[in-house]
């Protein structure tokens, strides 16, 4: 070999990376899973292309620019002479990539497209595709979602579009509108104001008041569509914005009659007298409307997040629903947010994992005697990735399935869905009830072992995967792994999401129904005979019935210290029963592999003989590149 230097000697090959739409064998399951043949033949095509287009040069020169050029206050907020001005700047890269998600319609495909229940699975798959790429933009985008969703049900429902005066109809149109829109120039994000410096996860002591104040509301808060400002004056602080660049916000703030109300305000106003730095009129005649960004967050990770402190000072706002319900109000939003968080969790590792699968065929190590290989024959780094993989492919199974009945929660299914899904729907009045119990189990279950799953697959690149690869973006799994850190932490941490699950089920008016259309989707996918059999041993439906018996018999406060415990339970044998079904829609081999190993490690089935290790490393390849790999 030719002796080292900074030219010449040893270089890796770059390891290439494919479309995720094709490489990643339990996207492709949970796209015929969890879609109707009919929307499979349909969207596959675009969600094909886009699978290519989120992994072009152009998106990963934009990643690297909203990492390197970070969201800043310019002048720290504060002008030559001290006055307050606190202009947010981000970068043009994070710009590039909101207007490239909102023109393909990230939030708009879950309102905007023909497929009915299908929609949010088809949604949220096309976001899983986004998200290694792009950048964090799909936080504002979910609270986007969450918003839009939130509006919709205040224009549709009978009684709460009948509340509403032709003002408020007016401007949660508009904003509606904007919300669902897929043109970047018209289209808003939405901020969601939860958390203050008393707490995040108990929302209880929040400080910020709205006092009705209509008599002060002068103005529009967009001009063009002539929104006016809301009747209610909101003055108070808030410790986390992270979509400080959006046009709108949701937030809590208590009001005189008490309790907390959920309340939309536009984050700018036009206003006339609003001159730039030489006094002359500004162009676009818009400020912010009574928010003032003390500072921006110092974080971890997600860089190119505009993360604010914000004071506000007489924001006008719109009050959405019923005063002092401002938390139930506010759940729709945290419902789509909370699956946004489980998708960007199993997106973010099916990135790591593609990443990871394109290294090992170009990596080689030594193999001893001096020989070497590459990685991809390596029986132990593809136990490894197997193993990951088949996790990966569980937590894909609980995400995807959480959109599916989110799905259908928002419609009627027009055609009989296919047997597989047929078993794992519920009733349509258990439908409210197990989504109220899927979502926070999903980004519970999913989110915290996507972080570990991601550390392993920075891992399988060695000192390269920790690095931060700005030169080959696409390789940067360090990134993605920072990113998806905070994950379990916002959006209700992983206790929080436990604690409130229990509530959920121990709720007075509707524990019974949850626990009820869990019964009926476990019953019914135990009972499901596709192309595999049962193995022996293995029992969900048992497990079920001691943990339902001890939900109901024990009370709620002591219920709580063993809420996560409760969870994993219950997402182990939720997971268990969608794996079977899964593999039993078409008995694929390594489907029924990767549901054997489930339960042979969860469920005390009795774990087989290893065959020889050419064997297993045929079957570890198998579900790490798929059946069809040539
Ligand atoms: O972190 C944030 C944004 C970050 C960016 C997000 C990007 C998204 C992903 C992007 C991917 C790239 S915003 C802040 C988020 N904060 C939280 O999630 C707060 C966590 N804490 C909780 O969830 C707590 O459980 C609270 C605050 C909801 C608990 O408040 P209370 O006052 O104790 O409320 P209760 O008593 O538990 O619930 C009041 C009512 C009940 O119904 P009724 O009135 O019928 O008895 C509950 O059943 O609200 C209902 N409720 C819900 N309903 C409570 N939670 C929910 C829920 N999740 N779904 C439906
Ligand atoms: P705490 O509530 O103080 O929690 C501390 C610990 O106590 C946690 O481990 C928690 O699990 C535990 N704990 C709390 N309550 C219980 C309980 N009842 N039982 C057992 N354990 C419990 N918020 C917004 O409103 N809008 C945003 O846009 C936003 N963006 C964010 C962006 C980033 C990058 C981050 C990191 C946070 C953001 N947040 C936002 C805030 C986030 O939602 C909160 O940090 C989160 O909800 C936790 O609240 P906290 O920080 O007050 O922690």
């Not at 990539?97 to 023909?114: E, I, N, R």
């Not at 529009?220 to 569509?225: C, G, L, R, V």
């Not at 973010?348 to 193999?367: D, S, T």
């Not at 899904?421 to 979502?439: A, F, G, N």
Request: glycine share 10%; with cysteine.
């Amino acid at each position: 070999m030719e002796s080292s230097g900074a030219d010449k000697g040893f270089f890796q090959k770059a390891p290439v990376l494919k479309n995720q739409f094709h490489d990643d064998a339990s996207f492709q399951r949970c796209f015929r899973l969890f879609l109707s043949a009919d929307v499979v033949s349909k969207a596959e095509g675009e969600v094909s292309s886009f699978g290519q287009d989120v992994i072009s040069d152009q998106i990963f020169t934009w990643i690297t620019d909203s990492e390197h050029n970070k969201p800043y206050l310019k002048g720290s907020g504060r002008d030559a002479f001290g006055k307050w001005k606190g202009e947010l700047i981000t970068g043009e890269g994070w710009r590039n990539l909101q207007d490239f998600g909102l023109s393909k319609g990230m939030v708009a495909t879950g309102y905007d497209t023909p497929y009915g229940a299908f929609s949010r699975p088809l949604q949220f798959l096309r976001t899983h595709l986004w998200v290694g790429s792009c950048a964090n933009v799909g936080c504002p985008s979910a609270m986007q979602d969450g918003a839009a969703c939130l509006l919709r049900r205040h224009l549709t429902h009978p009684k709460l579009s009948a509340a509403l005066s032709s003002e408020e109809k007016k401007v949660f149109e508009n904003a509606y509108r904007r919300l669902t829109s897929r043109d970047p120039g018209y289209a808003w994000t939405s901020g969601q104001w939860m958390t203050e410096r008393t707490g995040g996860s108990d929302v209880s002591l929040t400080e910020t008041v709205a006092t009705y104040q209509p008599e002060g509301a002068k103005g529009f808060a967009s001009k063009q569509d002539q929104i006016p400002l809301g009747p209610w004056s909101i003055n108070g602080f808030k410790w986390f914005s992270s979509a400080t660049d959006s046009e709108m916000s949701v937030l809590l703030a208590r009001t005189a009659a008490g309790g907390l109300s959920t309340f939309l305000a536009p984050m700018r106003k036009h206003d006339p007298q609003a001159t730039t730095l030489t006094g002359e009129p500004k162009d676009d005649g818009r400020t912010l409307n009574g928010v003032r960004i003390q500072r921006l967050k110092n974080k971890f990770g997600t860089q190119s997040l505009p993360t604010a402190e914000l004071v506000l000072e007489h924001m006008r706002g719109w009050k959405i629903g019923q005063e002092g319900r401002g938390i139930h109000e506010i759940s729709t939003i945290l419902t789509l947010t909370r699956v946004h968080s489980a998708v960007a969790a199993v997106g973010g590792v099916g990135r790591g994992l593609g990443i990871a699968r394109a290294y090992a065929l170009v990596r080689e190590v030594g193999a001893g005697n001096r020989k070497r290989m590459r990685l991809v024959d390596s029986p132990l780094h593809m136990r490894t990735l197997a193993k990951m993989s088949a996790e990966y492919h569980g937590l894909m199974l609980v995400t995807f399935y959480t959109s599916y009945i989110l799905g259908v929660s928002e419609h009627a299914l027009d055609t009989k869905p296919s047997s597989a899904l047929d078993v794992l729907t519920p009733q349509k009045k258990l439908v409210e009830p197990l989504l109220r119990i899927m979502t926070q189990l999903a980004k519970a279950y999913v989110c915290k072992p996507s972080v570990a799953l991601l550390f392993s697959c920075m891992e399988s690149l060695g000192g390269v995967g920790y690095l931060v690869n700005e030169e080959q973006e696409y390789l940067n799994i360090s990134r993605i792994y920072r990113d998806t850190c905070v994950l379990p932490i916002w959006e209700g941490t992983t206790d929080v999401l436990c604690t409130d699950l229990i509530r959920a089920m121990k709720h007075v008016r509707g524990g019974a129904e949850s626990l009820s259309a869990l019964d009926e989707v476990i019953r019914k996918a135990w009972e499901f005979r596709g192309k595999i059999g049962r193995p022996t041993g293995w029992k969900p439906v048992e497990k079920w019935e001691v943990l339902r018996r001890k939900i109901e018999k024990t009370e709620q406060a002591d219920l709580m210290g063993e809420a996560r415990e409760v969870v994993w339970l219950l997402g182990d044998i939720i997971t268990s029963l969608l794996s079977y079904v899964d593999a039993g829609t078409d008995g694929s081999v390594v489907a029924k592999e990767v549901f054997t190993r489930f339960v042979e490690d969860k469920f005390g089935v009795e774990r087989r003989v290893r065959a020889n290790t050419e064997e297993e490393l045929k079957k570890d390849l198998e579900i790490v590149y798929g059946e069809t790999r040539g």
